[in-house]
């Protein structure tokens, strides 16, 4: 019987100038709505569920079973991932008395397997913020762990030349490689597969979620991170 997982690395403190965000399993948890739906599929298909929930997270619809069908997934069913809203909102500071400000919001998106009616529709569900850009399953010609995603997100944010000072934060090994391919540091969380399957993903952190993650400091555009309670490799 294997030993339980160790999250007892001191805190480590990491300055970024753009952060890119998977979507389920990193933002929000949506397993039983996703679980309907492949049962749905599964069962019209004749295809055991089980066998397609083994290989589907974290990769697009069309890549697992050449079908998209979002709108049978049930985004009531999604909650929030712990420390998910709190990350987002330091991301996007308000000044006194008002919304949040366009200046002082550092650089940041949404790289999902997910297609956008699906996304959007947890978004609104949840009151999560909108991300300033949005890459889903339509913006790619191939899915994770192939890094084009997370390259467009790179684009939109315009730091595809500084891609090491860019922090993906994903939660599947699929996702991790693909961050890992676009030269980008990753944060792995361990919410939707083991902390071995994580780490033999080789991200640069594990933590159990984002509650271990908090903004520290600003400066020129730049965000400093305070990584706690990371998993000891």
């Known amino acids: 019987m294997g030993s339980l997982p160790d999250y007892s690395l001191p805190p480590q403190q990491v300055t970024l100038s753009g952060f890119l965000f998977d979507m ?9 709505a996703v679980i309907k739906h492949w049962t749905t ?17 974290g990769r697009r619809s069309i890549d697992v079973l050449q079908i998209i069908a979002p709108e049978r997934a049930n985004w009531e069913s999604a909650v929030e991932i712990p420390g998910a809203r709190a990350l987002l909102d330091a991301l996007n500071p308000a000044p006194k008395g008002g919304s949040g400000s366009e200046s002082a919001a550092s650089p940041w998106a949404i ?3 997910g297609t956008r ?3 959007e529709g947890w978004l609104r569900r949840l009151a999560l913020l909108y991300p300033p850009h949005l890459i889903t399953a339509e913006s790619v010609a191939v ?4 890094p084009a995603g997370y390259l467009l997100g790179l684009a939109a944010l315009g730091l595809q030349d500084s891609a090491g000072e860019v922090l993906v934060v994903e939660d599947s090994p699929a996702g991790i490689r693909a961050g ?9 969380l361990v919410t939707s597969h083991t902390a071995d399957e994580v780490l033999r993903a080789e991200p640069d952190w594990v933590v159990r979620d984002l509650e ?3 903004v520290v400091a600003r400066e020129g555009g ?6 706690a309670n990371g998993l000891r490799g």
């Open 24 to 32: 389920d399993g990193t933002l929000i948890d949506s397993t039983p």
């Open 143 to 146: 899915g994770k762990p192939h």
């Open 222 to 227: 730049r965000v400093t991170l305070e990584i």
């Open 212 to 214: 271990s993650v908090r």
């Open 41 to 57: 599929i599964g069962n019209e298909l004749g295809v055991d569920p089980q066998v397609i929930l083994q290989t589907s997270h």
């Open 111 to 113: 790289v999902t397997s």
């Open 180 to 188: 890992k391919a676009a030269g980008c540091r990753v944060l792995g």
């Open 117 to 119: 009616p699906l996304v």
